[in-house]
């Protein structure tokens, strides 16, 4: 027994619960034929160019990459319009989320986060320590309001998700503005932006303006999703110098591989596989309302990849039924809809298979 050994955070922590993969389903369910739509993932893979730029990279591998990888943060730096010293790139935005808290979170500070969130936040918070305060959702969306009411002069972190994953909702400019303004001054707010390049509604927050501002803002941003880069780990944070500076001292010195720099760069710079992504996403989606619209299921409207459905049943069941059918989809029970899951926007094709695989679900 190692338990009175452990450190006092750790033994709060529950595990992280990822989405099946196809080989799950394959060695659990038995089906051929598997369609993957839990994890948001990119369904055209990886960006070509990306993939490109590996393989040219492969004979480099003997040799470290950059500490900073500077030669990401520079394609970033232009793309952005912020300075390189204000970004950081991590192994997976997740792993930005860990320095955060890392570098700035004492024991017993507050951190708020919402309820139905990403659980990589009270991860990060309870690894170090922090005390987690949750903000309800208020239909379904983030409610600043609720969280303005939360904060105490304990506030240490403040953990925002935009869009949200998975209700796929979003707060405005406004909202962000009307919150960020009151704030304690040492307090930290992280504004993760994994979906964002899917947002199409407009009044979605220009959170770099915070960062070229010099506010107390981490904004996180990933190459796991619409860049479908999710199996090789990369992200980055935009933040002022001074926080880039100490999230550097916490941080590993080789974190992010060189395949992972160069196909960041060639990523950014692949406009067909970015328009690709984008309008068979926007497709998918109205295809997607007007089918669950046809099955009279309520779901949430989306700014993500991915839609939020109230099944109105146990979750977890007709997780095991659309497994059955082929198709892995996302039971939230563990995002605390015990009744709603939630499915990735897919290839038309895909799409279609889930839709008649919940139809036959739901039938029963
Ligand atoms: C998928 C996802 C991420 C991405 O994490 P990476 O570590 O960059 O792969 C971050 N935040 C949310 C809310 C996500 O759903």
Known sequence: MVDDSLRKGIGDIKPYIPGKSARDAKLEFNVESVVKLASNENPFGPSPKAVEAMKETLKALAVYPDQTSIELREALSTRLGVDKDCLIVGNGSDEIMQLAAATF?????????????????????????????????????????GFARAVTDKT?????????????????????????????????????????????????????????????????????????????????????????????????????????????????????????????????????YAELKKLGVAFQRTEANFIFIDVKRNCDKVFMEMMRQGVIIRPLASFGFGEAIRVSIGTGEQNMRFIEALKKVLRK
């Open 105 to 145: 979170l004492s024991a017993g500070e507050e951190c708020l986060i919402s309820e139905n969130t990403f659980s990589v936040y009270e991860f990060a918070t309870k690894l170090f320590d922090g005390e987690a305060v949750f903000v309800p959702l208020k239909d379904y969306k983030y409610d600043l309001e």
């Open 156 to 288: 240490k972190l403040v953990w925002l998700c935009n869009p949200n994953n998975p209700t796929g909702t979003a707060f405005s400019q406004s909202e962000l503005d009307q919150f960020l303004a009151k704030l304690p001054k040492k307090a930290i707010t992280i504004i993760d932006e994994a979906y964002m390049e899917f947002a199409e509604t407009g009044g979605f927050p220009e959170s770099l303006e915070y960062v070229k501002k010099g506010k107390n803002v981490i904004v996180l941003r990933t190459f796991s999703k619409f860049y479908g880069l999710a199996g090789l780990r990369v992200g980055y944070g935009a933040a002022k110098p001074d926080i880039v500076k100490y999230m550097n001292l916490a941080k590993l010195p080789f974190n992010v591989n060189r395949l992972a720099v160069k196909a960041g760069i060639a990523a950014l710079d692949d406009k067909a596989f970015a328009e690709k992504t984008k309008r068979t996403n926007s497709e998918g989606k109205k295809h997607l």
